[in-house]
């Protein structure tokens, strides 16, 4: 009998002994706590919720993207919902597919990984958007709690992958040039963002084409941190500022230089800094040998780490026999607009013509707290008809017209653009990403 007792106790503490392997062995060892209260509360609340564009539904954001990520709501609104971005959509994405982080949205928009969906120009910037980037740590749990079945009250993700506090730095796939003899690629290479600090960068290029060339094409790629890219001519030649040198907006102190704003005419680009745009058929912009021109890049970084800004810029060039129409470019710019803490305010403005104008692509920029740009044609038996309409301030739409917008003399464009400012503070007309701007961008014939 003894040795049976014997027998027994040694099962009995050899079984507790695996038990305790079991508990402690790996990653995932559980926690006090239900994993995802562990995200609400160290991430959704930090980075999305309280302070960012997903706390209410008053939130000028929110017609856009539709989620809500405060508490209570945010489990509902992620686990087995519909991605809402268009391309995602057409994946069968989820925001979050349990046990399967390639198939959940939440992830393509909050990794770093290069070559992930998440610098993609279909599946928008990286998230949060301008704020401070998640770290490593915070995607891996994330990542970890999707894998382990994006439960709502297990808490078998191990706690410690927050040590990793290293940012998840946006990162950018390298874009390929157009093959030789269709076009060329300029660049702006890689740049320090300095932390909690806005970097506005212009570099003069020139194209290095020898001859007169015809661009019908034009593709942009730049990082998810970016506020904007756009490519300037110049509208003095004798007034050139020097060459591949890097000349910054702002000084260290957060000073403006506005001598780095003179002498620019809109080419392309704008707030959507990963676009692809191509010209109708017989219609190119014309592009003289070595034409010097201003990429301007805009980057702002709310974190407490140093971040990149790089971006690439791609013309495809077809034959001179093939174009019909030279394309030239609109830039109408209402800068008397004043929003007052806390309103929702509409500013229209029109901009009449006086040579005949064909109309043929129109994109609008704002900053974040413009809600809804509308652009009508003013004048003339279509006026009142509205042209273009969007929604969001990021992903601005563009509107390719295959039968141009014919204008006469005297008729025009008018934008009508509504703005809902949710700060304490009154908003104005200004170049950060935390004034606001109102401008019709396009081309014409």
């Known amino acids: 009998m003894r040795n ?8 009995a503490g050899f079984s507790v002994f695996l038990g305790s392997c079991e508990k402690n ?4 060892e559980p926690t006090a706590r239900p994993s995802f209260d562990i995200i609400q509360e160290k991430i959704l609340n930090t980075s999305c919720a309280i ?6 539904t008053a939130d000028p954001g929110f017609s856009q993207h539709g989620l809500l990520l405060t508490p209570g709501k945010s489990y509902a609104a992620l686990v087995g919902a519909a991605a809402k971005n268009g391309a995602a959509a057409a994946l069968g994405l989820k925001l979050v597919s349990p046990r399967d982080p390639e198939n959940s949205f939440l992830i393509h928009k909050i990794t770093c990984e290069t070559g992930h969906h998440a610098t993609a120009s279909n599946f928008g910037a990286q998230m949060p958007l301008g704020g401070t980037f998640l770290t490593k740590g915070q995607v ?5 709690w999707i894998i382990n079945g994006a439960s709502a009250t297990d808490g078998s993700v191990n706690e410690s992958l927050f040590n990793d506090s290293s940012v998840c ?5 390298p874009l390929a040039p157009p093959p030789v003899g269709a076009g060329f690629q300029l660049k702006i290479d890689p740049f320090d963002v300095p932390p909690q600090f806005e970097r506005e960068v212009f570099i003069r290029k020139n194209t290095p084409n020898l001859s007169t060339s015809y661009v019908n094409r034009i593709q942009l790629r730049g990082m998810s941190n970016s506020h904007h890219l756009v490519v300037y001519t110049f509208r003095d030649p004798a007034l050139l500022p020097q060459s591949n040198v890097l000349r910054d907006l702002r000084n260290s102190n957060g000073t403006l230089n506005p001598d780095v704003l003179q002498n620019h005419i809109y080419m392309t680009g704008g707030s959507e800094t990963n676009t692809d745009y191509t010209f109708p058929p017989g219609v190119a912009f014309q592009l003289e040998p070595n034409t010097p021109l201003d990429l301007n890049a805009h980057y702002f970084n709310r974190t407490n780490f140093t971040l ?10 077809v034959p001179a026999s093939s174009v019909q129409h030279v394309a030239k470019t609109l830039d109408l710019n209402n800068t008397s607009i004043s929003i007052p803490a806390g309103q929702r305010r509409t500013f229209t403005r029109t901009f009449t013509v006086n040579e005949v104008m064909r109309v043929i692509m129109l994109t609008s920029h704002t900053h974040k707290l413009g809600e809804n740009f509308v652009i009508k044609i003013a004048g003339g038996p279509r006026n009142g008809e509205v042209v273009y309409t969007n929604t969001n301030w ?3 739409l563009y509107v390719s017209f295959p039968n141009p917008i014919v204008l006469q003399p005297g008729q025009g464009l008018t934008s009508e653009v509504t703005y809902y400012n949710n700060t304490s503070k009154t908003v104005n007309f200004g170049l950060t990403s935390e004034d606001e701007m109102n401008i019709i961008f396009g081309y014409y014939y």
């Open 169 to 173: 730095q946006p990162s950018i796939e």
């Open 51 to 56: 302070s960012g564009c997903h706390s209410s």
């Open 25 to 28: 062995a790996g990653t995932n």
């Open 308 to 317: 990149k800004g790089e971006n690439y810029i791609n013309f495809y060039t």
């Open 140 to 144: 891996e749990f994330i990542r970890k």
């Open 394 to 396: 990021e992903h601005p």
């Open 4 to 11: 049976l007792y014997f027998i027994f106790f040694l099962i």
